[in-house]
């Protein structure tokens, strides 16, 4: 009998509610849908952007690059022609490659100008300001006719109270006015909005504090976006475990925080979706810890005028680990159940699903340590089923790759439409593979469940990343947050 599970989430980090309300008519009215869901050149395929934080660039070790495989009706990057390598030694880009600056570490898509293009946002965390060592910053590479072109450097509003800025990104629309802000972490406890309707020039229409997580601590490491109320106006979830609701008013975000961490255990991701198509973001966490890992997830509900609260306390909570959706393969004490998360209607029939990502599971009759794999899980009415599970590793038949032992398959995964056909595909980056390198793993959605006919693998060769060093192919996916805080080399 199939195991049920009752999930509203929102693919790509912005809900498209399909029910009557404020968020309908929000969405309806936008200018720039195709930007929104990162068409870089407008010819209606989303692309598919990839850092690779840790790349050498020009003989200098660790200054980062993003990649980006323009999307076709055959998927994203079909020839090395619709593949483009991105760094701040590219025309265009502000800025020098430097040692240890990490360029894309953080990467987030959205049309902040609202001319119709996607933009991409990217940090570059350790990145020197004058004297200031790793300050960090946050640029935006223009979207255009012809792929990414030009870019913004945004002010860092508290350059002196923290550093690694843009360390964690995130962009939504905050304040449901239809124009789309952005997020931005650092090291301090607090992160900063950039108002939409940002100019080419970089100048923003408003920048504000985020939240304050001094009252329990921790700094800014991981940023998500999502509607939970379908009132339009996007909320940001702080480092898995915290969710600011949206005031409608962009400088009212933050205030009275929800808490929605479980136990004392940190998270690995977040992602929202919405699994049974009620219109709600479902906020669902990758964490740490049970056997081997565990995701859980807490459905998003109305909000009405009178009652504007939102907490944790007043919806149902669900726990779950690889044994309760009979995931083939052990829950080993190391796995990372959970650590790589993506939400997206894979098969067309508007219900979004789920994929969960174990990069340390063993394969191969557990022959093979850290290998990883995939476990893809479909939506329905009721929500979340185990019917017509799905769970794919490099052995698979029709996967390129192999098994490989520290591969980490799964590492970080995003659902988005690379071929224009309606149906999300997924993108598995395994950040281990061939020692760090980094490669990423395209699969096709159909009509019926995700498909192994024309998959694809794109590597740092791929991209012509010069084949020195760990450049981590796939560390951040089109806007995903890094899974786990990463430490920044003192260089920079």
Known sequence: MATAVVVAALAGGLLVPTVAGSAVAATADRASVSGRYGDFNGDGHVDLAASAPDATVDGTAGAGAVTVAYGSADGAGVTQAERVTISQNSKGVGGQAEAGDHFGFSVAIADFND???????TGTPGEDVGDDQDAGIVQILWGSPTGLSGSARLADPTSTDQDAHGRTLAAGDFNGDGKDDLA????????WLYAGGITKEGAD??????GNLNSWGGEVVALTAGDVTGDGADDLLFNHS??????????????DPTPLQVGSRGGYSSVFGDFDNDGYGDIVLGREGGNGGEITYVPGRPVSQTDPTWTVDDVERYTLTQDDFDTPGDGDLYDRYGAGLAAGDIDGDGYDDLAVGDPNEDTDTDTVADAGHVTVMYGGSIGLTTTDRQVFDQGTDG???????GDGFGSRLLLSDLNGDGRKDLTVAALGEDDGSGALTTLLGSDTTLTVTGARSLTPASYLLPPTGQPHLGSSLQGHPPITPQPLPDVG
């Open 242 to 255: 915290q969710l600011y609701r949206s005031g409608g008013d962009a400088s009212t975000l933050g205030l």
């Open 115 to 121: 001319d119709g293009f996607a933009d991409l946002a």
């Open 399 to 405: 996967v390129p790759g192999d098994n490989e032992a």
């Open 205 to 210: 229409s408003g920048t504000y504090p985020l």
């Open 184 to 191: 931005a972490g650092n090291t301090s406890a607090q992160a």
